[in-house]
């Protein structure tokens, strides 16, 4: 009798304790933080049991697919933020929304972002990655958070230097003559003066060509056999990006997760015997281990280096997940700014032609190297401009750790800040009543007199968790576009945003000055 008793009250805390954690998750707390806000004047879409705001996200999501967008508007919030675009219309610039249970605020003042990303960096945190972010990038630097993050960050640092960049142009300019060639090629098969290329696509290959190169050196045909893998978890990822994260259904072997479990273990296999035949190679020289000028050589022998001065070093797992944070967070984003570049160099034939003038001046007809494209100072505004208006990153967002005032907000702990970049960079308050076009001029004295604001342009973050790869990028997008410039004309063939851009490329000889 008296076991039954114990056990009845013990089976009872138990329901009382989990009904009671439910309705402080999924009620209250949505609740009070709603009206904590709400005091503050900021307010949003209501809060709906368990799915937050998701469903009403996913219905402005669908409602935005239906309307064709305006190619000549450079305004392309709606289409890539348009739950953002709706909601700050409707409750201001300011607002609170939910992903499921978790808090969201839409912050758009660059003083406050600056807050977050820069000066009160420690007191915001980067929430949990879902399992499929995790199987695509581990614990490479875009996930990591804490000291790891610090010493992740402090032993890749040294690679990406201007001198080791310096060092990788040559190679980035021998892919982006292997794609001139390409074209070249198929402007002598048709015999036209005028080829239709469809640039999205081709820069997809050629920045996936520098990663492979710039990452693995001599390596990099299996290197580019582990961005495959990459690509289909990335799609994965994009895939389950609105699914509100349910703990531990990640351990079910669905259809699903065993597809993910078998590609994160391919792909880490794929890596690893990289890195072992590097370390073979390396071995069978002197004993200074020369590990190639490569971003994965450099990560070798850094940590290497690292290991006999403090004794702590990055392990074989944690620089292969910094391979796969390279490629995903290297790839995409310099393929479209290389696309959304030559796209407005394809309708604006006067800016072009300015380009063209500048890179023949500077550089001649000869391949560019880093020293000459850091003279390229119009180049440079135009791809500001296009970061600007096309920024491949479209939001970054950050946890309160605690309690914290922001502005004139008080934060509660673990509510998600969240930066809109397409809002925060067309802001006419910032930007000026010409926020929405296309005016390289406004970078003309430099990137942070482009705006009211010094830090209004965010395409690459800013405080200490900047993108690492910013000058690898900015280097890349110069020394393709100057070769581009040299040997080719570029004329908008069609321009339906939604689907491909296509671009005509003309010439005699599109190329020859290349060689
Ligand atoms: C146009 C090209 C690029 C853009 C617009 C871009 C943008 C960004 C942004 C906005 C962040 C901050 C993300 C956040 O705080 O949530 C970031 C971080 C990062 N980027 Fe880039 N990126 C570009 C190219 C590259 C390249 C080429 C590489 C590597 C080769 C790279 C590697 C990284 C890494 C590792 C981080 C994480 C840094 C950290 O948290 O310490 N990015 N990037």
């Known amino acids: 009798m008296g076991y039954v008793l114990v056990a009845g009250t013990l089976f009872l805390v138990t329901v009382i304790t989990i009904a ?3 309705f402080m ?11 904590h806000f709400q005091k503050q004047g900021i307010t949003g879409p209501a809060y709906h049991l368990l799915s937050g705001s998701v469903n009403e996200m996913m219905k402005i999501e669908e409602e935005e697919k239906q309307t064709p967008m305006d190619p000549s508007s450079h305004n392309v919030t709606p289409k890539v933020l348009p739950h953002y675009h709706r909601w700050s219309q409707q409750y201001g610039d300011c607002f609170l929304f939910w992903f499921g249970t978790q808090p969201r605020l839409s912050i758009v003042d660059p003083g406050m972002i600056k807050e977050v990303l820069s000066t009160k960096f420690g007191y915001y945190t980067i929430d949990k990655p879902t399992p499929p972010v995790m199987a695509l990038l581990g614990n490479g630097l875009l996930n990591l958070t804490g000291l790891d993050w610090v010493r992740h960050r402090r032993a890749i640092n040294p690679a990406f230097t201007i001198d080791k960049l310096k060092g990788m142009t040559k190679r980035m300019a021998a892919c982006a003559l292997s794609t001139l060639d390409r074209w070249a090629d198929q402007v002598v098969e048709t015999n036209d003066q005028c080829k239709e290329i469809e640039v999205h696509k081709e820069f997809m290959e050629l920045t996936a060509d520098i990663i492979a190169h710039t990452s693995f050196g001599t390596n990099y045909k299996e290197g580019k056999e582990v961005f495959e893998v990459e690509r289909e978890l990335h799609r994965m990822v994009i895939d389950s990006v609105a699914d509100v994260y349910v703990p531990g259904s990640e351990y079910i072997p669905t259809k699903w997760n065993r597809r993910m479990w078998m590609l994160e273990k391919r792909l880490r296999n794929k ?8 370390l073979r190679t390396a071995d069978l020289g002197d004993s200074n281990h020369d590990y190639g000028e490569d971003l994965l050589g450099l990560m070798m022998g850094i940590s290497e280096d690292s290991k006999k001065q403090q004794g702590s070093s990055l392990t074989v797992n944690e620089i292969i997940d910094e391979c796969k944070t390279f490629f995903f967070a290297g790839h995409e984003t310099t393929s479209n700014l290389l696309t959304w570049a030559m796209f407005f160099l394809g309708k604006d034939l006067e800016w072009q032609k300015r380009l063209r003038e500048e890179v023949l001046s500077v550089c001649g007809i000869g391949v560019p190297d880093a020293d000459k494209v850091s003279k390229l100072k119009l180049m440079n505004m135009v791809l500001y401009e296009t970061l600007r208006l096309y920024s491949p990153v479209i939001f970054t967002e950050r946890k309160a750790a605690q309690d914290i005032k922001l502005g004139d907000l008080t934060i509660p702990k673990d509510t998600v800040v969240t930066f809109p970049f397409p809002i925060i960079h067309r802001n006419k308050k910032y930007w000026g009543d010409d926020a929405d076009d296309f005016n390289p001029l406004r970078f003309a004295d430099g990137f942070s007199k482009a705006a009211k604001h ?5 395409a690459f973050s800013m405080g200490p968790r900047v993108c690492i790869g910013q000058n690898f990028a900015m ?6 576009m100057a070769m581009i410039l040299q040997s080719c004309e570029i004329l908008m063939v069609d321009v339906i945003l939604d689907q491909d851009s296509s671009f005509c490329l003309a010439g005699e000889d599109p190329h020859k000055h290349c060689r």
């Open 20 to 22: 009671w954690k439910a």
């Open 25 to 35: 998750d999924l009620i209250w707390k949505p609740y009070s933080i709603t009206k």
């Open 271 to 278: 890596l690893k015997s990289i890195i072992e035949s590097k």
């Open 454 to 458: 010094p830090n209004a342009l965010i």
């Open 475 to 480: 280097l890349e997008a110069k020394i393709g």
